[in-house]
């Protein structure tokens, strides 16, 4: 039961150009989400996460964006840079259940 | 601090065989988690611990599956026996309160290959 969905499993972006990485979510109780970047041999790093009480969350080139009653998410890195490349995991977790689940992951190429 | 710290990073092993993946959690950090990747699933959570007892392993996918923590610094993954399917990273991660309110940390995983 995919609970968390990444519909792309790849996505390639010119440098200097806006990269955004989406995700669906099919269950309304989940009220945390958090993007996560993986490099090649490396765990997951933590990047950044909205509460379901707002609607976006920026940190630098980094912006997430809630939007609740479509169940989607997306983070958008402007300007990308090849530093980028990486697989992006999205994950979604409820207060109440501490049920933590993740998407299968985008892999994003930022070309110079 | 040296983070969270996995061993081995990589093993190959015969199925059937015992594998056992080890964890070292970041000092202070009152909770642990398991956690595979593979290429159709993503990252799943199999099980995670709080001050070293085990709360939900309802990720954990058989019997042959089982984990341990026997104190705040060390915890281990047990797959007996092995299967081809079991082929995947996993990952051991530390976090100080649990899933939303603090992040997790991530040690750089032990890739399993069962022949």
């Known amino acids: 039961d995919q609970q968390v969905k990444q519909n792309s499993p790849s996505l390639s972006v010119q440098e200097g150009r806006i990269s955004i990485l989406n995700c669906d979510y099919t269950?309304?109780?989940?009220?945390?989400f958090l993007w996560y970047k993986k490099y090649p041999a490396e765990g997951p790093t933590f990047l950044i996460s909205i509460s379901s009480i707002k609607d976006k969350n920026e940190d630098g080139r980094f912006t997430v964006f809630l939007n609740k009653s479509a169940k989607h998410l997306s983070l958008h890195i402007v300007p990308s840079q090849p530093g980028d490349s990486a697989v992006y995991f999205c994950a979604a977790t409820t207060l109440i259940n501490n049920d933590m689940r993740f998407g299968a992951g985008t892999r994003l190429t930022v070309k110079p | 601090d040296a983070g969270v710290i996995q061993s081995p990073r990589h093993e190959v092993t015969e199925m059937g065989q015992e594998v056992t993946l080890r964890c070292k959690p970041i000092s202070g950090h009152d909770y642990l988690f398991w956690y595979r990747q593979t290429m159709m699933r993503g990252l799943e959570l199999l099980i995670y611990?709080?001050?070293?007892?085990?709360?939900?392993d309802s990720g954990m996918p058989e019997d042959r599956f089982s984990a341990k923590m026997p104190n705040a610094s060390f915890s281990t993954l047990k797959i007996q026996p092995s299967e081809p399917r079991d082929s995947a990273v996993y990952f051991c991660a530390s976090s100080l309160s649990g899933f939303s309110s603090e992040t997790q940390y991530f040690g750089p995983g032990t890739r399993l290959l069962v022949l």
């Open positions: 269950n309304s109780m989940f009220d945390y």
């Open positions: 611990f709080n001050n070293n007892v085990p709360i939900d």
